[in-house]
């Protein structure tokens, strides 16, 4: 009886979008009186933080405080279409949809502040902190809320964008697959170290150690939420969770968290990670996405170092404790 | 169809209430009281989500019943903030990013809160046993872990200024 | 986007919606309430096949609190069409079920009651004459001769344009075999799983005073779930107005418009609000799961460690109805012969039914099991050549430029740099020639 470690990699892509394209989203944005830019939206938010990076994302290409972006969503009646957040697609579609709106909103309120500085728009900039102001001469500049109460009061004009993004639909050929799944490609690479104990058959994970390649962070606390949230649904993919433990028959259905395994604090690895920025060719500011990738490369990773540790190779996941076990029996009877 | 009338207090104010025989805190709270901070994850008081404190003690509130709990004194999620201001376990979770979707939230507080009130110190160990019966699917636990340590840290740090 | 100093993106600013989730005042679904609102359980079959010879309401109807019930006769159109407005058809799932039942927890009935606990008291007095059907549930059986059927169109697969599964055709895979030095099969199989996120599916539907319905709901697509719910309804489009975003938890499991539709039909019988919200038991077993795969692979490979023909069959486990599984399967095929350049690929992918609980959407569809399977099947072939796991990934990652099988030409690849990093953070050394490989000319971090 013995505790035996083991090492184990994996490296995977993630497609981003939902596959073959044919989904898009659109965002509306408008400026209130006094400078506030409501980006309306029919998008979800799933705990992910899309109404934070979408915020930041419109921040960002407007030029004016993050506080000064209000996000206005779900709703159907006032928020123009998104096909929904899944396939890793909201922060990718939804965002470059919002650079689209927010860009004809910033070239409007640049020819506002253009006729109240009297300069031509190209020579404006924005600060960041709500101001606009002439490049090389800060002094000379005009804040938000003057400036969205000119554009409604004096100019009657409104500081307002649409945006929309889409990758067309394309079909698949049916004898050959020939087809254009998705719009950018994430990729992960995890490295588990593992113990098994050849007694009981539990698994101990004790580190998860992963390098992320996903484009552009647009907020790094998020994309870690994701990364250690990923890691232990991965985890618990690979060596707890089932609906059907008699697979495939479907005796002795869970019916809920007593029976329904899952692990908990007390089973956390050591999650360590470093993110790698690509830009993509077409996402917003180059993101990938990364939200359905951090579940997947743990999984054959752990798998992998139990095959390191045992020297049996178990392909049939959740490798449960019974699996190992009878695993490392017939490896035994088969040596003897 | 007989009801009666249980007399507790709620985040500090005497109430008394009328129900039927075996209704749960949980209901009482989020139907006949509308405070929905406390949640509805199972009902089968196994994801912690209607965590409440009851004397002090965390307890499940989908499989109490309000009979249970007459003249003893009940804390929920939204008796935390004291005239507004955030508690600093509210401050931590928000700050140390302990919270995705939000679900399991409140019982994840409301069980950390009745931990440091009893270990204003707690280790890591400690930490996990008094987590273990919360169900978390989005954060992975270890931000809600580091948000409680931090939580012990700013509570001990109000506590020195006195 | 020009690349200038960021104010904002690649910051960890606070999240927006933070406050209100650890002070509890982030509204979900089933924390809204409304006067004369109404409960809505669901009356589920408790056998995988079946004939329904039968559906009794008697008893239910003398539960003090009961309404009404809704059964399949109830439903303008009693379809579910999640896969047309995605242009994948047919449509071969009922709201409620009509002559026959396919999986456990399939939904029969909707029963309707002032209180939730008189709602699961009455659904549980509906008496269910059920005629069992042989089942079959491994995915392999379904498709033998002789195995029950499931489908109307007589087969338990879907078919892809005339073709019994998705194929890809890349090459010449016999061709490759007989260049390799090795050949390395082995069969990989996933379980069933559950989302389980901690908030369970629901929705309220409110009829309004001019006429519309709204529809609260947790669904991960608004507009999605309001077409869907308007052609099952049989009502004009701008009659719904879905409100929504914010999700106690998805990862895929809120995309199935599957309360939705039936809570709404209740709302304009009643013209009451009705409140239809999972059980534990209900998400856990009727609900989707993520379906299980099984996926066979025949790797050839040179002596040096590169994999010159790989052939792969798949078969996912749809459970009993499609949901998202035939799209799963496209994705699926798409991404099962890995981040490799690889000249010669042949792959079979078939979506299978078996009375089993409805696959669908869950956090990777269709790529999870396939990286799964891929990535152990490498360090099989590892060891089967004699080579380190790193090393024989580096040789056979696809760079840009390269060709994949499915005939889209390889753009933002970072395999290779993602190796690289990670076998740094665990102080794992690699070869000089593998720390110096790059997946493209001119690749900038």
């Not at chain 2, 903030?81 to 979770?93: K, M, R, V």
């Not at chain 3, 991404?335 to 696959?359: E, L, S």
């Not at chain 3, 690289?420 to 493209?440: C, F, I, R, T, Y």
Request: with cysteine; hydrophobic share 40%.
């Amino acid at each position: 009886m013995a505790k035996l470690k083991g090492v184990g990699m994996a490296a995977v892509n993630y497609p981003t979008g939902m596959n073959l394209g044919g989904d898009p989203s659109q965002a509306l944005i408008h400026s209130t009186t006094t400078g506030n830019f409501v980006i309306s939206l029919s998008s979800t938010d799933l705990g992910q933080g899309l109404k934070t990076v979408i915020a930041q994302i419109g921040a960002e290409v407007l030029g004016v405080p993050f506080d000064n972006v209000l996000i206005d969503t779900a709703d159907t009646d006032t928020g123009p279409h998104c096909m929904g957040t899944f396939a890793s697609r909201a922060t990718h579609r939804v965002g470059n949809a919002v650079i689209q709106a927010a860009e004809e909103a910033r070239k409007i309120m640049l020819e506002v502040a253009a006729d109240e500085l009297e300069i031509s728009p190209d020579d404006l900039e924005t600060d960041g902190q709500g101001n606009i102001r002439v490049k090389g001469s800060p002094e000379k500049s005009i804040n938000i809320v003057d400036l969205a109460l000119a554009a409604h009061f004096k100019y009657g004009r409104t500081i307002s964008g649409r945006g929309m993004y889409m990758k067309p639909k394309s079909d698949v050929d049916p004898e050959t697959g020939k087809m254009d799944p998705d719009s950018t490609e994430a990729h992960a690479c995890t490295v588990a170290e593992v113990e098994v104990d050849t007694e009981t058959g539990e698994v101990t994970v004790f580190s998860l150690k992963s390098a992320y390649e996903i484009g552009r962070q647009v907020n790094p606390a998020l994309v870690e939420g994701q990364i250690r949230g990923g890691s232990v649904m991965g985890m618990a993919h690979v060596l707890y969770e089932t609906t059907h433990p008699y697979y495939p028959e479907v005796d002795h259905l869970p019916t809920g968290f007593s029976d329904y395994v899952l692990p908990g604090p007390w089973e956390l690895p050591e999650v360590e990670s470093v993110v790698l920025e690509y830009p993509s060719v077409n996402g917003p500011y180059g993101v990938k996405g990364l939200g359905e990738m951090t579940a997947n490369s743990p999984i054959p990773a752990i798998a992998n170092a139990i095959t390191d540790a045992i020297g049996v190779r178990i392909t049939e996941i959740p490798i449960t404790p019974e699996k190992i076990l009878r695993a490392l029996e017939e490896k035994e009877n088969v040596s003897n | 169809m007989s009801v009666r009338i249980v007399n507790f207090t709620l985040n500090g104010r005497n109430i008394d209430v009328m129900v039927k025989p075996l209704t749960t805190l949980q209901k009482l709270l989020r139907e006949h009281l509308n405070y929905t901070a406390t949640k509805t994850g199972c009902k089968q008081g196994s994801c912690g989500s209607c965590t409440v404190l009851v004397n002090g003690e965390p307890m499940v509130s989908c499989l109490l019943p309000v009979e249970d709990i007459v003249g003893k004194n009940v804390l929920t999620l939204e008796g935390l903030s004291d005239n507004g201001d955030l508690h600093p376990i509210q401050e931590s979770f928000f700050e140390l990013f302990a919270v995705q979707c939000g679900y399991c939230t409140p019982g994840m507080i409301m069980v950390s809160k009745a931990l440091l009130d009893h270990n204003p110190d707690p280790n890591r160990d400690e930490i996990l046993d008094a987590l273990t019966g919360n169900y978390c699917r989005c954060t992975g636990y270890e931000p809600i872990i580091r948000a409680v340590e931090e939580s012990a840290r700013r509570l001990n740090l109000a506590g020195e200024g006195v | 986007m020009s690349e200038r100093t960021l104010n904002v993106v690649g910051k960890s600013v606070p999240r927006r919606d933070g406050m209100g989730h650890v002070t509890g005042k982030t509204v979900f679904v089933n924390d809204i309430r409304f006067p004369d609102m109404l409960y809505l359980k669901m009356v589920r079959s408790s056998v995988p096949h079946a004939k329904i010879l039968n559906v009794d309401f008697s008893a239910a109807e003398k539960v003090p609190g009961y309404v009404r019930a809704l059964t399949h006769e109830d439903v303008p159109k009693n379809i579910y069409t999640i896969l047309t407005l995605i242009g994948v058809g047919p449509d071969e799932e009922y709201v409620l079920a009509e002559d026959k039942v396919r999986y456990i927890g399939e939904p029969i009935a909707a029963v309707l009651a002032e209180t939730e606990e008189a709602a699961m008291e009455a659904a549980a007095q509906v008496r269910l004459e059920l005629e069992e059907l042989p089942a079959v549930f491994d995915v392999e059986e379904a498709l033998k001769p002789g195995a029950p059927i499931l489908k109307e169109w007589g087969t338990n697969y879907f078919v892809y344009e005339g073709h019994h599964c998705r194929r890809v055709r890349f090459g010449d895979v016999e061709q490759g075999f007989n260049e390799a030095d090795f050949i390395v099969e082995d069969r990989y199989q996933t379980s069933p799983i559950e989302h389980a996120p901690s908030e369970t599916t629901g929705c309220i539907a409110k009829p309004e005073a001019d006429g519309r319905i709204t529809i609260f709901s947790n669904t991960q697509a608004l507009f999605f779930t309001l077409d869907n719910a308007a052609i099952i309804l049989q009502v004009p489009f701008q009659k719904l107005h879905l409100v929504g975003g914010t999700v106690g938890g998805g990862f895929g499991g809120k995309v199935d418009v599957i309360v939705e539709p039936i809570s709404a039909l209740a709302a304009m019988k009643t013209n009451r609000p009705v409140k239809y919200v999972f059980s534990r038991q209900e998400e856990m077993q009727a609900s989707s799961s993520r379906g299980a795969w099984r996926m066979y692979f025949k790797d050839g490979v040179t002596k040096d460690g590169r994999i010159v023909a790989r052939k792969i069959t798949t078969y996912a486990d749809a459970g009993a109805y499609n949901r998202h599984t035939p799209y799963a399967v496209t994705k699926h095929a798409a991404n099962i012969a890995g981040p490799y350049r690889i000249p010669n690929v042949w792959i079979d992918a078939h979506c299978v039914y078996t009375n089993k609980q409805p696959g669908s959407a869950m956090r990777g569809f269709g790529v999870t099991p396939a990286s799964f399977a891929l990535e152990m099947q490498m360090d099989k072939i590892a060891k089967v050549v004699g080579m380190d796991p790193w090393e024989i990934r580096f040789l056979n990652a696809y760079r840009d430029g390269d060709m994949k099988p499915h005939q889209k030409v390889v753009e933002d690849a970072t395999l290779i740099e993602v190796m690289q990093a990670a076998a740094q953070l665990v102080g794992h050394d690699l070869p000089e020639n593998l720390m110096q490989m790059k997946s493209g000319n001119g690749k900038e971090a």
